[in-house]
């Protein structure tokens, strides 16, 4: 049966190609839905994870790194590094302000300000911070305002200096861009943004370096006895709590995007069923003339559904692929992780699943069929 539906497909391989590729469309929609999911999720996870911590003290109460308003002591610097395997606690604030340019064209943007630990991971041009009023910006932010390496980048009358632009930093639709301490201060004391700077977190987090072989748990317990407004999580703690916002806020809307991604793909596969009966449907007439069960016809079309998804598989990944970078190309802001392997998977199962069900649905076609179809003209 195998050989036969084989021959079949390649026999008429025009039609093949065009049905597999009505196939890999259907397909390819959903990878895109499922990759802007995960690219979602992934820029949440990486928010902490690039920061490259031990360990991570926020505030007493806060659980996540991004969304969230976290405010430790200034003395608890001095406190945690006094603790016996502690190298250094590297300080890092999150400051949201706007960024806004021409006047008209508005973008919510967060400062991330670090001394000297915690900047961009990834450099994608230009140089990371060295002087005074540097600024290091995400690649959408680039894109978005036609801004390079050495343009001014002005926030609230307060002019910094683009000195390199990152990869792939941003988060929950919103770019990061990275200064030091001193610069923070002076645009906090220069810039009209501001009124009292009292009110303003000089210290939201403390990113910990330990020494080679320090027991985690045992720092955590050390650092929240002497620093009792503070908790204390590693990196992987955090990022997996900023995914579950990240699924909390965005998951019931992609879920049903996601859905009806696989209702078309289902109508699609289902049209193309139909349209390969009809087309077959002499030769359905003929086997069944010849005695072939019904049941034996109903597993040829399964399989013959099957065998065009496996080829359409890869072509959907290659169309999904292409989408992924069209939209990142044009707006880096978002990342489509197309091959994240869960979610490729499932999507790779779900077709076959959804493949197995359009080939029941022109089931009566063939039930009903006569075999004398085969002897009209």
Not at 227 to 254: H, I, R, S
Not at 260 to 265: L, M, V
Not at 328 to 343: C, G, K, S
């Amino acid at each position: 049966m195998i050989n036969l539906i084989w021959r079949q497909l390649i026999y008429d391989r025009y039609r093949t190609i065009l049905t597999c590729s009505a196939i890999a469309g259907a397909i390819a929609v959903i990878l895109l839905l499922e990759g802007f999911q995960s690219g979602l999720l992934v820029q949440l996870r990486n928010v902490a994870l690039n920061r490259g911590a031990d360990l991570i003290v926020a505030q007493k109460g806060v659980s996540n790194f991004v969304a969230s308003r976290s405010i430790l002591p200034q003395l608890s610097r001095i406190e945690i590094e006094s603790i016996s395997g502690v190298i250094e606690a590297h300080p890092i604030t999150m400051v949201p302000v706007i960024y806004e340019q021409s006047g008209y064209r508005k973008s919510p943007i967060f400062f991330v300000v670090f001394d000297t630990k915690g900047g961009p991971k990834k450099i994608k041009s230009g140089l990371r911070i060295s002087k005074p009023r540097d600024i290091v910006i995400d690649e959408s932010l680039s894109v978005l305002y036609d801004l390079g390496v050495g343009d001014p980048f002005i926030v609230a009358d307060f002019e910094f200096r683009v000195a390199g632009i990152a990869k792939q930093e941003s988060a929950l639709f919103t770019a990061f861009s990275f200064i030091n301490y001193d610069d923070m201060i002076d645009f906090f004391f220069d810039s009209d943004l501001v009124g009292d700077i009292s009110n303003l977190p000089l210290l939201s987090y403390l990113l910990v370096e330990l020494q080679t072989g320090m027991d985690h748990n045992d720092v955590i317990k050390a650092i929240e006895n002497v620093e009792p407004t503070a908790v204390v999580f590693t990196p992987q703690q955090l990022a997996n709590n900023d995914m579950k916002l990240g699924e909390t806020l965005f998951g019931p809307v992609m879920g049903v995007l996601i859905t009806a991604g696989y209702f078309i793909a289902l109508l699609v596969i289902a049209m193309i069923m139909f349209a390969s009966v009809h087309f077959q449907i002499r030769n359905f007439g003929i086997m069944k003339a010849l005695g072939f069960p019904k049941v034996l016809l109903i597993k040829g079309l399964i399989l013959e559904s099957l065998i065009m998804i496996l080829i359409a598989f890869p072509m959907a990944i290659i169309l999904a692929l292409f989408g992924a970078w069209i939209i990142e190309a044009q707006v880096p802001l978002y990342l489509v992780a197309v091959m994240e392997t869960i979610p490729l998977l499932r999507t790779f199962f779900a077709a076959l699943i959804l493949a197995v069900i359009g080939s029941y649905l022109p089931y009566r076609l063939i039930a009903n069929l006569d075999a004398a179809i085969v002897f009209r003209n």
